[in-house]
């Protein structure tokens, strides 16, 4: 089911009407929320609801277990922990990775691999990591085992942030089941503050920068030259920008007017100095994951430079291929993962302003030419536009079929750099946080552009992951 969507609409309405009339028995609320996000998810193929319920019964079991085994115990807790990390990495690569597994084996060898024909399952990607964060933190005994599988099943399925995240942790949620509910005019209205935000960047921005970018992506691709490349990379890179971050600001704000908060999950990542600023701004819950359960467990930067920077380009390499079952996903990650080394070597982050002004150029200049390899259905044609891209550079020609789609590709980036710059200047105190009067404002104005401008929503990216 899409937030945009009128049986969106009236879940959210029916939930939200629920919150305020069921009563003060909390198991009659954390029910009445699990059948509305099973609902949900459930929406389109029914069938892949069971595929959710084992992953939460597996996982319920396997931190019930976890919690009667005492640390002397070592052996068994890590069977236990195993046993559920195999579960759902198996129902995860089968449905993701199986078909990209078939058809590498078959391009390797020459033989002919049966590749299987499977759905893939909406926000399988997310709701399977947080699954497992919770597992792995009773394990570390980071959290206490839940006792209510209500609790744990809801904490998993919960409507707004199911399949795009933000990916949120049992320690940021689960208690939020036990506070008292009571309505907050001010944080009601940022709720919807946010909504409004996340709408206007889905359907005003990426909707329609989509359409440019998908006219013309093949054209640019196959053709040298001009200035559409990298027009093209900067309206996708915005696009793909508006299009997650919209999604969380909806996502966050539901949760909020049903009485939960989300964690932020982006921080204006393009005005990130560099690369490592960038991954703590840019799909945050996701670099927080990767680097507690990936990084750390690899052995972080312990155990040497070298092992140091090797384990940053397996976790950029994993996060690639998490993004998508495609060698365009490993080569982005590769492509970002080497930043990083990059970066380390260099130690960028102890050098004078001067130079993180430079290096801030080669973090955005990187972002947006691997965005070919993002949205390219091949290396080689993610290869031909970023040289076309950067040929485009030095020949600013433009056919006049596409001057005016570029013009009107560029207009449509301007909230964007809007948003950016408003961050930049609130980080370094020049001007305040945006108050009450400027996001009535905002929101006015954006909901005003939303109804002029509505047209037949797409899918967001992110659910594909």
Sequence with gaps: ????????????????????????????????????????????????????????????????????????????????????????????????????????????????????????????????????????????????????????????????????????????????????????????????????????????????????????????????????????????????????????????????????????????????????SFWRRWHITLSQWMRDYLYVPLGGSRRGRVRGLINVLIVMLISGLWHGANWTFVAWGGVLGLGLVAERLLRIDGRPTAVLWGWFAVVQVTWILSMSLFRSSDIGQGTDLIEHALTGVFDPSVRPDTAGLLVFGWWLTLPVWVLHVRAALAERRIVALPGTFERCAIAGGMAAMIIMLYTTSQQFIYFQF
């Excluded at 609902?39 to 319920?53: G, N, Q, R």
């Excluded at 926000?123 to 394990?139: A, H, N, P």
């Excluded at 944080?187 to 359907?203: C, D, H, N, Q, S």
């Design 1 to 276: 089911m899409s937030f945009v969507s009128w049986a969106f609409a009236g879940l959210y309405l029916v939930a939200l009407g629920l919150r305020w009339s069921i009563g003060r028995d909390p198991r009659w609320r954390i029910t009445t929320l699990l059948v509305l996000s099973w609902i949900f998810y459930a929406w389109h193929i029914p069938a892949l609801l069971i595929l959710i319920v084992f992953s939460t019964l597996t996982d319920y079991v396997a931190a019930r277990l976890l919690a009667g085994l005492p640390q002397s115990m070592a052996h068994r807790r890590r069977l236990v922990l195993g046993t559920s990390l195999v579960v759902n990495l198996g129902l995860l690569g089968w449905f993701k990775y199986a078909g990209f597994l078939a058809r590498a084996i078959s391009d390797a060898s020459g033989i002919g691999v049966p590749v299987p024909e499977v759905v893939l399952p909406i926000g399988i990607s997310f709701y399977t990591f947080q699954s497992m964060s919770y597992t792995i933190d009773v394990y570390r005994q980071q959290v206490r085992a839940e006792t209510s599988f209500l609790r744990v099943a809801c904490y998993i399925a919960f409507f707004p942030q199911l399949v795009a995240g933000p990916i949120v942790r049992a320690s940021e949620f689960l208690y939020q089941f036990s506070r008292r509910r009571r309505f907050h005019a001010r944080v009601f209205a940022e709720g919807a503050y946010l909504i409004v935000r996340g709408l206007f960047l889905k359907l005003v921005v990426a909707d329609n920068l989509g359409v440019v970018v998908d006219t013309y992506w093949d054209q640019a691709a196959a053709e040298p030259g001009g200035i559409l490349a990298f027009s093209l990379l900067v309206f996708f890179a915005c696009q793909l920008f508006c299009d997650f971050a919209g999604y969380v600001d909806i996502a966050r704000g539901v949760a909020l007017q049903l009485g939960f908060r989300l964690p932020i999950n982006f921080n204006a990542p393009y005005i990130a100095m560099t690369f490592s």
